[in-house]
């Protein structure tokens, strides 16, 4: 099962806005969301809670490629989020997140007993290019003992 079948499996706001899982690697993932009536706003763009949810998807893909094999330890967690709304969004949007520290560091600090935390900064945007959102998530590994 890849990891977009996973998420579409266990997170039901995955399967309501129909977020397509076009690329997961250890050090990026990206996703897309359809232009669909229902999810859109005043303007007739995503509504901003969609982009929200479609960032942090992207960016919680991309920390299971990352630390998949961490799981029997540690628990991934979301501790911050922040948005910036840059450009009227229409039709479909993709997400891109990236992993903003190594690995190896962060898997160092969990080696050490710490709980380690690092940045996923994603961009979204709209078909012709165009950079409608940016978005940083800060995760952690939350060890489980």
């Known amino acids: 099962m890849t990891i977009g079948e ?4 266990t997170v ?3 399967r309501t806005l129909k977020l397509e899982y076009l690329e997961t690697t250890p050090e990026r993932a990206v996703l897309a969301l359809p232009d669909e009536e229902d999810y859109r706003n005043h303007v007739g763009g995503p509504h901003a809670g969609a ?19 961490q799981l029997s330890r540690a628990v991934p967690l979301p501790v911050d989020a922040r948005i ?15 992993l903003g520290r190594p690995i190896a560091d ?17 961009l979204i945007e709209r078909q012709d290019g165009a950079v ?13 003992n």
């Open 6 to 9: 996973m998420l579409a499996a």
């Open 12 to 14: 039901p706001m995955v």
């Open 51 to 69: 982009m929200f949810t479609l960032g942090e998807s992207a960016s919680g893909a991309v920390v299971l490629a990352a630390f998949g094999d």
């Open 84 to 98: 910036a709304f840059k450009k009227l969004a229409l039709g479909p949007v993709k997400a891109t997140a990236t």
């Open 106 to 122: 962060v898997v160092a600090e969990l080696d050490e007993g710490r709980r380690p935390e690092f940045p996923v900064s994603v």
């Open 132 to 144: 409608t959102s940016e978005m940083t998530v800060v995760w952690t590994l939350r060890p489980n």
